[in-house]
């Protein structure tokens, strides 16, 4: 029989409520592993899992806003207590409040910088010991395109995505040694349900900025986490991967 990708590894996924958090776990749990949903969003993470009785012994949610450490740390004890182990952290919780820098609010600021940064920081300041203490981890966070080109209206979204890049890259090198691996993927323009609710035109306006014509599908961004979180990733290190058709901002 085929061994599975993930069989057997315990993977935390933050965000994995909706989007592309949501096709990760269900990735994660076809290849084997299992998943513990960290997330704000209680009523759509149970939508989803409920969908999924198969997968009920190997598949768990924690109520979790990432940027609040004490949450962070009671959902790593409710993961601990139920799997023994954590194996894979997948920081991919992220929100947006855009505005172009002369209109945007400190709150506005704050609130993206205490998620999509801070937030990523929380779990794994709080998950590499455990990883670091068995000689074995994968952290994987998501960056974006926009960490790399900017964006227009998204000074608080480029400034957490660019150093989500900077502590991947850190990690890399202070927990390497212990046998962790850290790096980051940079989406572009991928279908999530939120994008899906923006007016046709806007769509097919960002279809025309990239390359293959099209957006990206979770599930091929979920592919790609599913691979660097296993084994045949063992020498990809503070790398930050692009996946995103090509496109230049």
């Not at 937030?119 to 794994?124: D, L, Q, S, W």
Request: with cysteine; hydrophobic share 45%.
């Amino acid at each position: 029989m085929h061994m599975k990708l993930l069989e057997g590894k315990t993977a935390v996924i933050t965000g994995g409520a909706a989007g592309i958090g949501k096709a990760a776990s269900i990735k994660f749990l076809e290849e084997g592993a299992n998943v513990a949903v960290w997330d704000f969003d209680e009523t759509k993470a149970k939508a989803w899992m409920e969908n999924h009785p198969a997968y009920n012994s190997s598949l768990i949610f924690c109520k979790v806003d990432t940027s609040n450490a004490e949450m962070v740390e009671n959902a790593k004890n409710e993961t601990m207590a139920k799997f023994g182990n954590i194996e894979i952290l997948l920081n991919n919780a992220g929100i947006t409040r855009d505005s172009t820098l002369l209109k945007m609010s400190f709150e506005q600021w704050q609130q993206v910088i205490n998620v999509n940064l801070t937030g990523v920081y929380n779990c794994a300041r709080i998950i590499a010991p455990i990883m670091a203490e068995k000689g074995y981890g994968r952290i994987i966070s998501a960056a974006s395109v926009v960490a790399l080109y900017g964006n227009f209206g998204q000074t608080n979204y480029a400034a957490a995505k660019a150093g989500v890049v900077g502590m991947t890259k850190t990690w890399a090198k202070e927990l390497g040694k212990k046998g962790i691996t850290a790096n980051a993927i940079a989406p572009g323009f991928i279908m999530t349900e939120m994008v899906a609710g923006m007016p046709e035109e806007r769509i097919q306006a960002v279809r025309e900025k990239v390359p293959v014509a099209r957006l990206g599908k979770v599930e091929e961004v979920a592919d790609l986490y599913a691979f660097l979180a296993s084994d045949k990733a063992a020498y990809i290190n503070g790398a930050t991967i692009s996946i995103d058709g090509g496109v230049m901002l």
